[in-house]
C-alpha cells in the first residue's frame, strides 16, 4: 500500500523558513513533487525531482526561496522554504507518479497518481 505522510506545517511570520518532510511508502516512484492549494485557488505545482537524478525543477514563484531534497535513504522528501510571504500561505501536498515520462507534464496535478493528506502553512504578514 503506497503512502505519503507530510509533516511540518505551521504558523509562521513573514520572512521566516520552515521545513515540510514526506515519508514515501510502498514503492518506488518515477517523479516526487510539491504542490499547494490556497483558499479558493486551484492546486499548484511547487517543486519536484526525478528519481533517476538530474536537476530539481520549480514553479517561478519560488524559485530561488525554496529548496527539495531527498534523503540519503531515498523515502523522505523534504521542502526548505525560506523568505516565507503571505502568498505562500496553503495547504501543502506531497505528491508522487510512476511515470518519469517528461511526455506528461511535471506541473500538472492530474498526471500523479499518489497524494498525502497535506500540512497547512500560514504566513503572518
Known sequence: QVQLVESGG???????????????????????????????????????????????????????????SRSNAKNTVSLDMNSLNADDTAVYYCAARTSDSSSYSVFSQFTYEYWGQGTQVTVSS
Open 10 to 68: 505551521g504558523l509562521v511570520q513573514a520572512g521566516d523558513s520552515l521545513r515540510l518532510s514526506c515519508v514515501a511508502s510502498g514503492r518506488t516512484f518515477g517523479i516526487m513533487a510539491w504542490f499547494r492549494q490556497a483558499p479558493g485557488m486551484e492546486r499548484e505545482f511547487v517543486a519536484g525531482f526525478w528519481s533517476r537524478g538530474g536537476t530539481p525543477f520549480y514553479a517561478d514563484s519560488v524559485k530561488g526561496r525554496f529548496t527539495i
